[in-house]
């Protein structure tokens, strides 16, 4: 990269670091919150501005705003330096020669020069505009595809990371995960854990309990409510991993037995009951 290039780089980041524009949300609908509440304040002061001069007796010459609207899209208008260099920028990067509005569009989308080289850093060096809009459209950042890579989907695409994005897949969850031991996890996998709040830390203490389970298993285990602390209070009842097999977790949660009702009919029988006497006396007293 040349010395030019490079300062350009520099300059941009300053600039775009300093501009007014909430541009790195994460979030799409809290970026057009963002901008509404902009909006209203700018009327508020346009308000205010157009009574005082009324007021005061002043003639002032509103006409080079056709609309309020325009006087506050004016007002939020990125400086031309900044547009110029983004412009620059993103040319250097092959993106042809963008007119100054389509760059505003770019920047309102959350697409900046910065964003659109740290993408392209990554590995996406043929992403298109209109990529770059789904990708910030959907909350990715270029933490979150870095991150995401670094966990073991260092071959991720561009709709994969959408797809994660779209179900609230937060990165750390990934990460996490493969800490524990859940490495080479599909998109598909990761998404119905998560859909299944299969969470990290019930996933760590049942690997703590004792338990290798499948992705597929903490799925099943997490829709029959069965929790890591019914399964440790079982255990300390006197239940081995091999009597707690998912089957048998699955079953007695799923028709509520709790330890509670393990520790009375221990008591009252004085040895412990087996899980299918667990699961007869629940059925037989609901």
């Known amino acids: 990269m040349g010395t030019k290039f490079q300062n350009l780089r520099n300059n941009i980041e300053d600039l775009e670091d300093s501009d007014q524009l909430d541009l790195d949300s994460g979030s799409h609908t809290k970026r057009v919150a963002g901008h509404s509440n902009r909006i ?48 620059e920028w993103m040319a250097e990067m092959g993106y042809g020669e963008l007119t100054d509005e389509e760059l505003i569009d770019l920047r309102q989308e959350g697409v900046t020069a910065t964003f659109t080289s740290e993408v392209r850093e990554a590995g996406f060096t043929d992403i298109t505009l209109d990529q770059l809009v789904e990708l910030r459209n959907a909350g990715v950042t270029s933490d979150y595809i870095t991150t995401i890579q670094g966990a073991g989907f260092a071959d991720i695409t561009l709709d994969e990371l959408i797809k994660l994005r779209n179900e609230r897949i937060s990165s750390d969850y990934v990460k996490e995960m493969v800490d524990i031991g859940y490495t080479g996890l599909t998109i598909d996998q990761l998404i119905n854990m998560d859909n299944a709040d299969v969470g990290t830390g019930f996933t760590r203490m049942m690997k703590e309990l004792g338990y290798e ?74």
């Open 40 to 87: 209203s304040s700018y009327i508020l002061l346009f308000a205010f501005l157009a009574t005082l001069v009324f007021y005061a007796g002043n003639r002032a010459d509103f006409s080079n705003f056709n609309t309020p609207i325009e006087f506050i899209e004016d007002l939020n208008r990125p400086s031309q330096d900044l547009l110029n260099g983004m412009g």
């Open 213 to 286: 389970l499948t992705p597929e298993d903490l799925v099943r285990l997490r829709e029959n409510d069965v929790t890591a602390y019914f399964t440790s209070n079982m255990m300390d009842l006197g239940y081995t991993i091999e009597e707690l097999t998912i089957d048998a977790l699955t079953r007695m949660r799923g028709i509520g037995v709790t330890h509670g009702l393990a520790e009375r009919l221990m008591d009252e029988k004085g040895s412990k009951p087996t899980i299918e006497e667990l699961i007869r006396d629940r059925i037989s007293n609901q």
